[in-house]
């Protein structure tokens, strides 16, 4: 695998990731209907304190999901940049922000899939789909990363052997 395909396959994800944050935040502000299924799962945890403001109350005016908007708005911009410049520092600066933010990331999604499991008892496929998403977002990021230290360090060793 390369650099560049990681980078496309992240870039796909942050698309679905977008998709699906967009439908749940329409969903929130009534301008879509929430389609669940026959578990209803969706409905219970849409109405529980973390489908606002991740369950935070200073952040409890915004749905949760919206912040899934802007999360995955900025790792597809940096997805972007990435493909449209052959600056290295940008690629390096921009891959290390793609691997923080998908952490965090992953870090607040593990804390609302608990929500679901052990507060809510409710599950909601998109928010599981997002979950999902984000984790092998932070997988194809963390393996980015793994080959820009593994190419850093290689290029170390052959200016090393030039001088």
């Known amino acids: 695998m390369t650099r560049a395909l990681a980078n496309r396959i992240m870039f796909i ?3 679905a990731g977008f998709c ?4 749940l935040t329409m969903a929130h502000a009534q301008l879509v209907e929430l389609k669940c299924g026959p578990s ?8 529980s304190a973390a489908a ?4 935070i109350p200073f952040l409890s005016n915004i749905p949760t999901a919206a912040f899934g908007i802007l999360m ?3 790792l597809a911009a940096g997805a ?14 921009v891959s ?5 933010i998908s952490l965090v990331s992953v870090l607040a999604s593990g804390y609302l899939t608990y929500l679901e499991a052990y507060v809510i008892h409710a599950w909601c496929r998109y928010c599981v789909v997002s979950a999902i998403i984000i984790l092998i977002h932070f997988i194809f ?6 080959m820009a230290r593994k190419s850093n360090i290689s290029a170390s060793i052959v200016e090393g052997e030039i001088s």
């Open 96 to 100: 290390k922000f793609q691997w923080a």
């Open 40 to 47: 209803h799962g969706c409905e219970e945890v849409a109405h």
């Open 20 to 23: 699906d944050s967009l439908y």
């Open 52 to 55: 606002m403001g991740m369950g």
């Open 141 to 146: 990021a963390s393996i980015d990363r793994s």
């Open 72 to 74: 995955y708005l900025a």
């Open 80 to 93: 972007f940049l990435r493909a449209a410049t052959d600056n290295e520092v940008i690629h390096d600066r």
């Open 13 to 15: 994800l942050s698309l």
